[in-house]
């Protein structure tokens, strides 16, 4: 049987490939190969597969990274900022997965909501940790910059390579504290 778990990642795969309209229970149990038994036994019909795979999303792709750096409490701020970037960065299919899930969230309310809520849990996250950059800056506007920086490269067409927007996050972050962060 299929778990819940390998329904969400098949879902969270085929809105990433193919957009919103793709996640449908026929196409999930084609990409599974069960039949839609399984799928009602763990979702309550499209609107609960929905509320459940935005709610993984958040988890995979917001909750798991920050608790993944809180791993070290007593890190500095600098360093828990690295880690973040760093593991941001080294996801080479997040790309598709937010550019889908932004356009998704402008046809859905309970997608739009669910955006906001990633945005603000990220960009608060975010602030946390450029308040305590030793830096003669706005750390909330600094903190805000961070994350339009992620969005835009991941908007534009084609999208800037990790490895580009690594030198990129670099140079802001050494423009804003003399400082080299990233490696």
């Known amino acids: 049987m299929v778990t819940r778990m390998e329904w969400l990642e098949a879902g969270l795969e085929l809105l990433a490939d193919e957009g919103a309209p793709a996640v449908t229970i026929e196409r999930l149990t084609g990409k599974l190969g069960v039949t839609k038994g399984s ?3 763990h979702f309550k019909g499209a609107a609960g597969f929905r509320t459940a795979l935005l709610e993984y999303f958040e988890a995979q792709f917001t909750t798991r ?5 809180e791993r070290e409490p007593d890190a500095e701020p600098a360093a828990k900022l690295q880690r973040l970037l760093k593991l941001v960065l080294s996801d080479p299919d997040s790309a598709g997965l937010e550019i889908a899930v932004r356009a998704w969230a402008l046809q859905d309310a309970e997608v739009r909501a669910a955006q906001e809520r990633v945005d603000r849990a990220r960009t608060a996250y975010l602030r946390e940790l450029c308040r305590g950059l030793k830096a003669d ?16 490269a991941e908007q534009v067409l084609p999208s800037v390579p990790k490895s580009d927007l690594r030198e990129i996050y670099a140079m802001t972050l050494r423009l804003a504290t ?4 990233i490696d």
């Open 65 to 69: 990274l920050i608790d993944t750096v």
């Open 178 to 181: 003399g400082e080299t962060l």
């Open 39 to 41: 799928y009602y036994h």
């Open 137 to 152: 800056i706005d750390p909330d506007r600094f903190a805000q910059l961070l994350y339009l920086i992620l969005i835009g």
